[in-house]
């Protein structure tokens, strides 16, 4: 019965690969967000999708691209993974884009 | 220009007693909301307490509250009575916007810790 679901939980990889995390809601909500928290804690919104729709999109590199097949689900695809995109990626949701959002429980990616 | 300020990196406070985290925010929209969110080391992030803009009273929740001073644009969170399962990192966020561009900002964070 968990709220935000993410796999994997933990994901290595070598630079220059291609890399997808997926994200899951089952709490009915209409938005769903990608944040990526570095090193130093601090924790960045990338990306907002409502109904499937994109609606927020920061200054993030092309080579991230959210993808929405429905509601409940928000993937997260990266290509061409840096040494930069170290970091956890947490995703979360909300049932209005500006109320609570519930977080999933993050993916650490390491590029080495 | 830092839209959510905390300028705590680091807290101690004594097991039982009450510990305030500070919050300052800025921002031109009239209508906002801010938020606590609580991230321990397992790493999951736990919603807290939620104020916005335009409400009167401040929130409460438990042992939490938070001191929504407008003029001042500050948002502090107060926990009272601090449990050991308090030692965590505290972050102050902020909704602003419009509807179809709302974005939540979140500060850096402040980590906690209860001594028993």
């Known amino acids: 019965d968990t709220a935000v679901s993410q796999t994997p939980k933990y994901l290595v990889t070598q630079m220059g690969n291609d890399k997808s995390i997926k994200c899951e809601q089952n709490l009915g909500h209409d938005t769903m967000y990608w944040y990526k928290q570095d090193s130093k804690k601090f924790l960045k919104i990338m990306f907002s999708y409502n109904n499937k729709e994109l609606i927020i999109n920061e200054t993030v590199p092309n080579r991230f691209s959210p993808k929405s097949p429905d509601k409940a689900h928000l993937n997260l695809h990266i290509n061409s993974l840096e040494l930069g995109d170290s970091a956890v990626y947490f995703c979360?949701?909300?049932?209005?884009?500006?109320?609570?959002?519930?977080f999933g429980p993050g993916t650490r990616l390491t590029v080495l | 220009a830092q839209k959510i300020t905390q300028t705590q990196p680091g807290m101690f406070v004594q097991e039982k007693e009450a510990v305030t985290l500070d919050c300052t925010y800025d921002t031109s929209d009239p209508s906002y909301g801010l938020f606590w969110y609580k991230q321990p080391s397992s790493g999951e992030m736990i919603f807290l307490i939620y104020?916005?803009?335009?409400?009167?009273q401040n929130a409460t929740e438990g042992r939490y509250s938070l001191n929504f001073q407008k003029a001042r644009k500050s948002a502090n969170l107060v926990i009272s009575a601090s449990q050991l399962g308090d030692s965590a990192m505290y972050f102050c966020a902020m909704r602003e916007g419009q509807i179809g561009g709302f974005k939540t900002i979140f500060g850096a964070g402040t980590r906690l810790f209860v001594k028993a």
């Open positions: 979360a949701s909300s049932q209005d884009r500006g109320l609570e959002q519930f």
């Open positions: 104020q916005g803009s335009y409400d009167q």
